[in-house]
């Protein structure tokens, strides 16, 4: 543990603090770079397929190709949900029918776990599935009891800083991955959903 007598040495008692504040601001830096460099690919790739659509030499074929890539690029772009022609006419007469009932944010919290049978849409529902929709809607319970136990921890056990530092990190790694799998949960939950309300329309 020299090193830890080291870093606390050089940066002060309350040394466990900047360093946890630093990680967080680091990471949030971090994620927010890679999300605009992820963006900024999008929006280049439509601006490319763009600019080889305006070549008048295309065959139909590669034409054909290029601007069913591209509709799909804009439209993923736009709502988050990556589908061919079919999908998104089908998506589109769902949306028109349910008349309000449903939206496009709920079409994209649930199009990972939805697919289409016979020309209808349905939700995912093979074995896996289901036992990691258990597992997504169970489990956070028991992280959350984790994290409650955690902090009691926290609060009537004296401990030192970098047993502090531990737990909290505990706590919080906890809680977001509490959070995390209930949201994908309540995604796949989302899915029968639309998958019942398009039963109702036909």
């Not at 955690?150 to 919080?172: K, M």
Request: proline share 1%; glycine share 4%.
């Amino acid at each position: 543990m020299n090193w830890l007598t080291t870093f606390t040495d050089f940066f002060g008692a309350d040394s466990w603090q900047v360093l946890a504040l630093a990680c967080v601001i680091g990471f949030l830096t971090f994620a927010s770079s890679f999300v605009k460099l992820v963006w900024r690919a999008k929006d280049q790739r439509i601006s490319h397929l763009k600019s080889i659509l305006e070549v008048e030499t295309l065959s139909p074929e590669v034409k054909f190709v290029l601007v069913e890539d591209f509709n799909r690029s804009l439209f993923l772009q736009a709502t988050g949900i990556a589908g061919d022609k079919y999908m998104r006419e089908k998506y589109r007469e769902l949306l028109e029918k349910s008349e309000g009932d449903l939206t496009i944010n709920q079409l994209r919290r649930a199009s990972r776990f939805l697919e289409f049978e016979e020309k209808v849409i349905v939700a995912n529902k093979d074995r896996s599935r289901r036992m990691g929709y258990m597992f997504d809607k169970w489990y956070p319970l028991i992280l959350l009891c984790g994290a409650i136990a955690q902090l009691l921890t926290i609060i009537f056990i004296d401990s030192t800083e970098v047993s502090l530092f531990v737990q909290w990190g505990l706590v919080s790694i906890s809680l977001v991955m509490a959070i995390f799998l209930r949201r994908q949960a309540v995604n796949y939950e989302v899915a029968l959903m639309i998958e019942e309300f398009q039963s109702k329309l036909q």
